[in-house]
């Protein structure tokens, strides 16, 4: 078989995952400290657990309607209510295998082979492989630390071209922890306004934002409703990883193609994780709030070993993870983490997984414990020390 001209163009030209790299490396080594995987070291909450287990037991594993649960989707149509969203769980919710299921299912919905996906960067390593898969362009957006990762409206104007489709707006963001606030949305969103942009606003993480200022989703501002498409799910918020379980919502006219889809490629999410799911929106309010407390604590403990390692870093207002810029060491981004891994067995990411524009920077993942950390940056300081000399 001549396997180079079986597969297509599209799987061919999929960018691999730069993080699993050196995770496959770090998994056939001994003591090594992984701080690289975006994956919460919590159990899932307990209620939540009970749950799946009781739907298990009276036997309650049968399809769904493809898009979900309709007891489910209204309570993701309460939930979001939390941020100004307004969605009817009769046609504008789709249940997803995962947050990342629903963001290929809606540029799949959306992008047709030479349109262009606007993604700013660094961020999640999925959108840019998915873009090109099924023929769009993607076109990255290199955001600037001096900004706090934020993308700016001249930034924004300068890539928006007739071939535009899909503004991807990943906040809170994977890998910087950069968030928009409302202030920083508003001329964003008067931009996008007037064009047929539709923007898929990956809010993941959308729980987890520090310093007591909320999450703002921008399809919450005036007239961003009828051109967005929120991206949300279960596994960062409520430690369901493993369950997949994600949810996207927006105008019907694109949720009904986004359902068309998912029922021809899945069917419908599992529903032992919808019966979970429905648990963790109406009892977990008081564990989310203990998870996100025990991660601030965390990012606060490595901004100031940062400090002390002399290593600058953005603070970051969101998600679970530091992005430090590691340029004063002279080494890039990727023998920085090659040589920290080899030599002092600690892995993490370098920036240039997540987009060109994170040279220079690595990304660690604050989803560990406090004593998983500390072993860490030791390990690191040693490193720094032999590397400065």
């Known amino acids: 078989m001549d396997y180079s001209k079986l597969i297509s163009n599209g799987a061919r030209d999929m960018r691999p995952s730069g993080i699993r790299k050196f995770f496959d490396i770090a998994a056939e080594m001994d003591d090594v400290i992984t701080l690289g995987v975006g994956e919460p070291d919590f159990d899932t909450p307990l209620p939540i657990r009970k749950a799946g287990i009781k739907s298990l037991e009276e036997g309650r594993t049968f399809y769904t309607s ?3 649960m309709i007891e489910l989707r209204q309570e993701i149509a309460g939930y979001m209510k939390k941020f100004e969203l307004n969605y009817d769980p009769a046609g504008e919710i789709v249940i997803t295998v995962g947050g990342s299921e629903a963001i290929d299912a809606t540029l799949r919905a959306l992008v047709n082979p030479g349109d262009e996906v606007l993604i700013p960067e660094p961020s999640f390593v999925c959108y840019h492989p998915i873009t090109t898969l099924i023929g769009g362009v993607p076109v990255p957006i290199p955001l600037k630390n001096e900004n706090g990762f934020r993308l700016t409206p001249e930034e924004l104007k300068a890539a928006i071209t007739p071939k535009t489709k899909v503004l991807v707006f990943p906040y809170p963001c994977n890998p910087t922890g950069g968030v928009m606030r409302r202030e ?3 001329p964003i969103a008067e931009i996008l306004r007037d064009t047929n942009i539709t923007v898929l606003s990956d809010e993941i993480y959308a729980e987890l934002t520090y310093g007591g200022t909320p999450h703002v989703s921008i399809a919450s501002l005036p007239g961003m409703a009828e051109r967005t498409v929120v991206v949300n799910g279960f596994s960062k918020t409520y430690a369901m990883t493993g369950w997949r379980l994600g949810y996207a919502c927006g105008p019907r ?6 359902n068309r889809i998912h029922q021809a490629a899945i069917m419908c999410a599992p529903t032992m994780a919808q019966y979970a799911a429905i648990v963790a929106l109406r009892d977990c309010d008081d564990e989310v709030a203990a998870m996100r407390a025990e991660y601030d604590r965390r990012r606060k403990f ?7 390692l002399e290593l600058p870093c953005f603070e970051p207002e969101g998600a679970f993870y530091v992005f430090p810029d590691i340029r004063s060491t002279g080494l890039d981004s990727g023998t920085f983490c090659e040589r920290l891994l080899m030599e002092h067995k600690v892995a993490m990411v370098p920036g240039t997984a997540f987009g060109d524009s994170g040279e220079g920077f690595v990304r660690i993942s604050y989803a560990y414990s406090l004593e998983h950390l500390t072993e860490a940056m030791n390990r690191t300081a040693e490193f720094l020390a032999k590397v400065r000399g």
């Not at 006219?253 to 986004?258: H, I, P, R």
Request: no cysteine.
């Open 66 to 68: 493809n898009a979900g």
């Open 184 to 186: 920083h949305l508003e």
């Open 253 to 258: 006219e694109v949720m009904t193609a986004v």
């Open 302 to 308: 490595l901004m100031q070993r940062f400090k002390e």
